[in-house]
C-alpha cells in the first residue's frame, strides 16, 4: 500500500473568501444518473471555449458544508476553476465514500437516484471470498451432469478420452477465470456480472450481443435442469407418477418424451411463480441446495472408499456378452428348481413362446449362449479400470455388450429386443463434449454478485480460481473412481436398467443409493430457480442500457423492480427447452451460448492487454495476452467439436443482434476496447499511408467539400452534399467543411450547432465522412485553412468541390466572386483537383433513377484523367447507373479528326471504360459582333465598378446599363460575408467637418462623373479577351447543339489569369461557357495522372 504524509499549512492570511462579494458557492455535483452502466459523459461550455466535463467519478454526495469545501484560503490561486476542478481532499471523500449497490431488486439506477432527500444508504456488503464467491462458483458449477451423465461419459469414451474432455473443458473455463479476474479487478464492476464487463470493454455492439447469448445460455441452462430434475423424478423417484406408457416394451422413447414434456412444463410454471412471488425464498434455500451437492459428492467418495473392503451388492445379469434389462424377470437364469422340479424361469418365458421346456420356439440367441451374474460394482480394488481405460462408442439401438465374455454370435429374434439394454442414442467424442461443457460453466456466479462482496477486486480472482480447482479435481477424482469401481456395460447404461433402474451414481454411494437421488433431485431443481432469478435480471440490465430498442418493454417490472416482463419471456423461451425434452439435445445448445460468452471475454482481456490502454491496470497480475488468445481458441474448437452447426447457429445469431444494434447506431461511449483497437489500426494505417502519395491505380477521389450555411446556421445547399455521396458511394474520404467569420471564443457554440446541422445533413444524404467547422476573422483565411489542415497524415483530401458563385453579375460587392477565385488559385497552388457543380439545385436526389440519358464528357485539354475518371465513379450509383458515357474532344484545322477517333476509341478500350466516342470540329471563323459585344460589356462593367464613391442614382443607372439579358438566377453569393476592404459610403445624414478645399472637390468630382461615364461608352476591348470569349461564345455553341438533353456535362475548368486585375473577365468567360445547360460540372485536375492503362 503506498503511504501518505498528510502536513498542516499554516494560514497568515486574513483574508476569508467565503464573505468576499460575488463568490457564491457552486453545486459541482453530476448531474447524471450516478454510476449506472448507461450514463454517458455529457459534455458543456462556460461560454469562454472552456469545455465542462461531468465527474467521471462513482460516488455522488451531498456535502455537508458547501462554500468551505470549495473556496479555501489557501486555494486562492485556483478559485476561479473550482466549480470544474474540485479540491483533491472533496474529491477522495467522495471515492472512499462510495458503496457498491447490494444486489437485488434494485437496480443500479435506481439506487443512485439524484434525488438525495429520498436516497437510502446501501447496506454495506460484509461477504468475504468463501461465502460471496467460493461457495455460489461451487453450486453453479456442480450439477445435474455430474450426477446424471458423467458415469455414461466414462463408461462410453473411456477413463482416457473422458479424462481428456474433462480437461479440455475445464482448462477453458480456467482460462476464462483468469480473464474475468483481470477484468473484474479493473475498477469496480456493478451489478451486472459478465454482461457489465463485456459491454464496457468491448462496446455497446459486442455487449449487446454476447449478453444477448449470456441471457439465451442461463435461459436454456434453466430448461436443462428442469428436464434433469424430472428424469431424476420419473425415473428413480416416483415411476409411477407417468403419466403416458409405452405400448409394449419394444415401443420408443416417444412416451418418456411425452412425460418430460408434461412434467416439465408444469415444474417450470412452479418456479415461475416462485420467482415471482420473490426471490428472498430462492435466496434462503439456496444454502439447503449447496448442502444437497457436497452431501452427495461426500457420499460418492465414501462408496468408493467402502468399495476396496466391501462392495455393494448390484449383480448384472448377461445372456451370452449382451447386458439384461433387469427389472423384466426375477432371477438371473434360463431355469428355476421350485420343489423337486426345474420349472422354466421368467427369463426364459421372455424369450420362448411356450412356458414347457421345449426349445422349438425359443430365440436361436437365448439358445446357444449361457445366462451369468457378474458383480455391477466390483469396488476399487478389483482392476477393472484396465477394461475402462478406453472408450466403446455405440450407435443408437446397439445392444451393450462386455467383450471379455463368451458369446456364440447368432443373430436372434427383433421381439426379443426389448429385453436387452441398448443405447438410446448415437454416440461420439464430439458429442460427448458439448454434453459435458455445461457442468464446467457456472464461474461467473462471483462476478454477478459484486455488490455484496466486501473487496470484490480480492475475492472474485481467488474464489473463482479457487472453485474451478476443487470442481476440476472433483470432476478428474471422479473419472478414474467411476472408471475403477464400476463394471463397463453399467457404466454405459444410461439409465440404469441393467442395476434395476437404480440411478448409477447412486449404486457407488454410501450408505445409500437415496443420498445421491434425493441430493441431485435438491440441487437440480436449486439450480433451476437460480437460472430462472438470474437470468430475468440479465435481460432487465441490456434493456435498461436502451442499445437494443427492440427489448425496451423489459426493462419495466413490478413496483419494486422485479422484471416480470423479462420473467414471462424467460419463462417462454426455457419452454422451448422443455419442449425439446432431452437433456442430451438440450446441453450442447446451451454450450454454445456460454462458450461465445467465454469467448468474448477472453478477447476483451487480450483486446485491452494489447492495447495497453491508460485505463488498464488490474489488481489481478496473473494473466497474459497470450492465455486469453489460447482461451479464446479453445472456445471455439469446443464450439466446433461439439456441435458445429449448433456454433455456426450461435454465431449467427450473435452476428445478427451486432449488425442490429451498429445499424440503429448504438448511442453509448464507454471507452470501449474496441474503439481503441479501431484508434491502433487507424493509426498504424495512417502511418503507413504516409510512406508516399497512393499509386495511380489506388487514386480515388478524397473529397473537401466546401458548405455555405445560412443565417440559422443551415446548410445551404445540401446537393452539394447529395452529389459527393453519389460520386463516393461510401468508398474513400469525405470532409465536409464551413466557415463561419468571428472570433472562436465567442461563436464557440454557433460552431457546435453548426457542426451538428451539417452531420445532420450529411445523415439525411448518406454521406460517410466527417465535418470541420473553422471559425476565422475571414473568410477567405478560413478556407484556406480548410484547404491547408483538413485531414491527417496521409489520408487527406486530394480534391475539392465547391459551389458556383451565383448572381455574382448583380451584386456590387466583388466579394461575391474574389473569393470564388481566391479558393480556385488556393487549390492550384496545392496541387489539388478541383469541382465545380454549377446549377447544382437541378442535381438528382438520390431518390431519383435516370432510366436513360448521357453523361456527356468534354475533353479539350488533359489534365490528369479526372473527366474520364468521374463519370465512371457516378455510374457506380443508383442514380446514374443506367445513363451512358460520350465523350467529345476537339480538333482544329491542322488536327486528322478521323486519326483522334480512333486513337480516343483505343485508349478508352485499355482503360477498360464504355463511351461512345466523337470528334468535334471548330473550324477558325470571324469573330460575330455578339462576341465583340459580350467583350465590351464585360470590360465596360469591370472599369465602373472601379469607380465606388459614384452616387446612388449613378449606380443604380450603371447597374441598369451592363445588366446582362441572359441572367436571370438571381440568388445569394457563395459567401457574400467575404472580407475585401471596401471605402463604404456613409450615409448623407452623418455631420461632417466641410472645409472649403473639402467643398470645392466635392463639386468637381460631381461634375466629371458623366464625363467619366462618356468614357466608359467610347471604351474599346482589349484583343486578348476578344479572343478569349471568341473561344467561348464557340465552344458554348457546340456544346449546347450536341449535350443540350444530356443528364450531366463534364467540362475542363480553365484556371484564372495571373494578372488578378483580369478575375471579373474569369468568371465572365465561365458564364459564357457553361449558359444554356442545365447540370454542369467544372473540372480542373490536380498535375498528376488520376487514370492508367494498366492492371
Not at 422349438?360 to 478389483?382: K, M, R, W
Request: aromatic share 10%.
Amino acid at each position: 500500500m503506498p503511504h501518505f504524509t498528510v502536513v498542516p499549512v499554516q494560514d497568515n492570511s486574513l483574508s476569508n473568501y467565503d464573505s468576499l462579494e460575488g463568490i457564491n458557492w457552486v453545486d459541482y455535483r453530476d448531474t447524471g444518473q450516478g454510476g449506472y452502466p448507461g450514463h454517458g459523459d455529457t459534455v458543456s461550455s462556460d461560454g469562454y471555449g472552456n469545455h465542462k466535463e461531468d465527474s467521471p467519478f462513482l460516488g455522488t454526495s451531498d456535502s455537508a458544508s458547501k462554500g468551505n469545501d470549495y473556496y479555501d484560503k489557501n486555494l486562492a490561486l485556483f478559485e476561479e476553476e473550482l466549480d470544474s476542478r474540485p479540491k483533491v481532499s472533496f474529491l477522495l471523500s467522495r471515492l472512499v465514500s462510495y458503496t457498491n449497490v447490494t444486489q437485488g431488486a434494485k437496480e443500479h439506477e435506481e439506487a443512485e437516484s439524484a434525488d438525495a432527500s429520498r436516497r437510502q444508504v446501501p447496506k454495506s456488503p460484509n461477504m468475504g471470498t468463501l461465502m460471496g464467491v467460493y461457495l455460489p462458483c461451487l453450486q453453479n458449477i456442480f450439477g445435474v451432469i455430474l450426477f446424471l451423465r458423467l458415469t455414461w461419459i466414462v463408461g462410453t469414451a473411456g477413463v482416457v478420452q473422458s479424462f481428456l474432455i474433462v480437461l479440455m473443458c475445464c482448462s477453458c473455463t480456467m482460462l476464462t477465470a483468469i480473464s474475468m479476474s483481470a477484468i473484474a479487478t479493473n475498477g469496480v464492476v456493478p451489478a451486472g456480472g459478465a454482461y457489465f464487463m463485456i459491454s464496457r470493454s468491448l462496446g455497446p455492439e459486442f455487449g449487446g450481443a454476447v449478453g444477448l447469448c449470456f441471457y439465451l445460455g442461463t435461459t436454456f441452462a434453466a430448461a436443462m435442469y428442469i428436464l434433469g430434475a424430472i428424469e431424476i423424478f420419473l425415473k428413480y423417484l416416483i415411476p409411477q407418477a407417468a403419466i403416458f406408457h409405452p405400448a409394449d416394451i419394444h415401443a420408443g422413447s416417444g412416451a418418456m418424451l411425452n412425460n418430460m414434456r408434461v412434467y416439465g412444463t408444469i415444474c417450470l410454471s412452479l418456479m415461475a411463480v416462485v420467482v415471482f412471488v420473490g426471490v428472498k425464498y430462492v435466496n434462503k434455500l439456496a444454502s439447503l441446495f449447496l448442502a444437497c451437492v457436497i452431501i452427495s459428492i461426500v457420499s460418492i467418495y465414501a462408496g468408493a472408499v467402502k468399495s476396496i473392503i466391501h462392495p455393494p451388492e448390484f449383480p448384472i445379469c448377461m445372456l451370452g456378452n449382451r447386458t439384461l434389462a433387469r427389472d423384466l424377470f426375477d432371477v438371473c437364469g434360463k431355469t428355476v428348481v421350485v420343489g423337486n422340479d426345474t420349472v422354466p424361469s421368467q427369463l426364459w418365458k421372455n424369450f420362448c413362446s411356450s412356458e414347457n421346456s421345449s426349445s422349438a420356439h425359443c430365440d436361436e440367441y437365448f439358445l446357444q449362449n449361457n445366462v451369468t451374474e457378474i458383480q455391477g460394482i466390483p469396488g476399487l480394488a478389483s482392476g477393472i479400470i484396465k477394461e475402462n481405460l478406453w472408450g466403446d462408442y455405440m450407435e443408437k439401438g446397439q445392444i451393450l455388450e462386455k467383450a471379455s465374455l463368451p458369446s456364440v454370435d447368432v443373430h436372434g429374434s427383433m421381439e426379443t429386443f426389448g429385453f436387452y439394454v441398448s443405447a438410446d442414442i448415437a454416440t461420439s467424442f464430439t458429442l460427448l463434449v458439448g454434453i459435458f461443457f455445461p457442468s464446467a460453466t457456472g464461474i461467473m456466479a462471483g462476478s454477478n454478485r459484486s455488490g455484496d462482496l466486501r473487496d470484490a477486486q480480492k475475492s472474485i480472482p481467488i474464489g473463482t480460481i479457487l472453485a474451478i480447482t476443487t470442481t476440476s479435481l472433483v470432476y478428474f477424482s471422479s473419472v478414474v473412481l467411476f472408471g475403477a469401481c464400476i463394471e463397463g456395460v453399467v457404466l454405459r447404461d444410461k439409465f440404469g436398467d441393467a442395476v434395476n433402474k437404480n440411478l448409477v451414481v447412486g449404486t457407488l454411494s454410501w450408505p445409500s443409493p437415496w443420498v445421491i437421488v434425493i441430493g441431485s433431485f435438491f440441487s437440480t431443481v436449486g439450480a433451476g430457480l437460480q437460472s430462472l432469478t438470474g437470468a430475468p435480471r440479465l435481460l432487465q440490465a441490456i434493456a435498461k442500457d436502451n442499445i437494443i430498442p427492440f427489448l425496451r418493454v423489459f426493462g419495466h417490472g413490478k413496483a419494486n423492480g422485479e422484471p416480470t416482463w423479462a420473467l414471462l419471456l424467460t419463462g417462454l423461451i426455457a419452454e422451448l427447452g422443455i419442449l425439446i425434452a432431452s437433456l442430451d439435445m438440450v446441453a450442447p445448445i446451451l454450450s454454445m451460448f456460454f462458450l461465445m460468452c467465454y469467448l468474448f471475454v477472453n478477447l476483451a482481456c487480450a483486446v485491452q492487454t494489447l492495447l495497453r490502454t491508460p485505463n488498464w491496470r488490474p489488481r489481478f497480475r496473473y494473466y497474459h495476452w497470450a492465455l486469453s488468445f489460447l482461451g479464446m481458441t479453445m472456445c471455439v474448437a469446443l464450439m466446433f467439436i461439439s456441435s458445429w452447426y449448433y456454433a455456426i447457429v450461435a454465431m449467427g445469431i450473435a452476428g445478427m443482434i451486432y449488425k442490429y444494434i451498429e445499424y440503429q447506431g448504438a448511442e453509448k461511449e464507454w471507452g470501449d476496447g474496441i474503439r481503441g483497437l479501431s484508434l491502433s489500426a487507424a493509426r498504424y494505417a495512417l502511418l503507413r499511408l504516409e510512406a508516399g502519395p497512393p499509386h495511380t491505380k489506388n487514386w480515388r477521389p478524397q473529397l473537401l467539400v466546401l458548405l455555405k450555411l445560412d443565417e440559422d446556421l443551415h446548410v445551404k445547399y445540401p446537393r452539394m452534399l447529395t452529389f459527393a455521396s453519389q460520386l463516393k458511394a461510401g468508398k474513400g474520404l469525405t470532409i465536409v467543411g464551413s466557415v463561419i467569420k468571428g472570433s472562436f471564443l465567442e461563436c464557440y457554440g454557433e460552431t457546435q450547432a453548426s457542426e451538428q446541422a451539417i452531420k445532420n445533413m450529411m445523415e439525411i444524404e448518406r454521406v460517410k465522412g466527417f465535418c470541420q467547422v473553422v471559425v476565422a476573422s475571414k473568410v477567405r483565411e478560413g478556407i484556406a485553412h480548410l484547404i491547408q489542415s483538413c485531414g491527417l497524415g496521409g489520408m487527406k483530401h486530394n480534391t475539392v468541390v465547391m459551389g458556383w458563385p451565383y448572381g455574382w453579375r448583380q451584386s456590387e460587392d466583388p466579394r461575391a466572386w474574389k473569393t470564388f477565385i481566391n479558393t480556385v488559385r488556393c487549390t492550384t497552388a496545392a496541387h489539388l483537383a478541383l469541382m465545380v457543380p454549377k446549377n447544382v439545385s437541378f442535381y438528382p436526389s438520390n431518390h431519383e433513377r435516370f432510366s436513360d440519358g448521357y453523361i456527356d464528357v468534354w475533353w479539350i485539354v488533359h489534365d490528369g484523367g479526372m473527366l474520364m475518371l468521374l463519370p465512371f465513379l457516378l455510374k457506380q450509383h443508383k442514380v446514374w447507373r443506367k445513363c451512358k458515357m460520350r465523350i467529345f474532344t476537339v480538333a482544329q484545322m491542322d488536327d486528322n479528326s478521323i486519326q483522334m477517333k480512333k486513337d480516343l476509341a483505343t485508349f478508352l478500350y485499355q482503360l477498360r471504360l464504355e463511351a461512345e466516342v466523337e470528334v468535334v470540329e471548330m473550324h477558325d471563323s470571324d469573330i460575330s459582333a455578339y462576341t465583340y459585344e459580350r467583350t465590351l460589356m464585360m470590360e465596360q462593367r469591370s472599369q465602373m465598378l472601379k469607380q465606388m464613391r459614384l452616387s446612388c442614382a449613378e449606380r443604380d443607372r450603371e447597374a441598369q446599363l451592363v445588366k446582362d439579358r441572359h441572367s436571370l438566377i438571381r440568388m445569394g453569393s457563395l459567401y457574400s460575408d467575404e472580407e475585401e476592404e471596401i471605402i463604404e459610403v456613409l450615409p448623407e445624414k452623418n455631420q461632417m467637418t466641410w472645409t472649403s478645399e473639402k467643398i470645392e472637390a466635392e463639386r468637381r468630382n460631381r461634375s466629371n462623373a458623366p464625363e467619366n461615364f462618356r468614357e466608359l461608352i467610347s471604351i474599346k476591348p482589349d484583343q486578348s479577351n476578344v479572343r478569349r470569349m471568341h473561344t467561348a461564345v464557340k465552344l458554348n455553341e457546340v456544346i449546347v447543339n450536341r449535350s443540350h438533353d444530356a443528364r450531366l456535362v463534364l467540362l475542363n475548368m480553365p484556371g484564372p489569369p495571373r494578372n488578378p486585375e483580369g478575375d471579373e473577365n474569369y468568371m465572365e468567360f465561365l458564364e459564357v461557357l457553361t449558359e444554356g445547360l442545365e447540370r454542369v460540372l467544372l473540372v480542373r485536375g490536380g498535375g498528376r495522372e488520376v487514370i492508367t492503362i494498366y492492371s
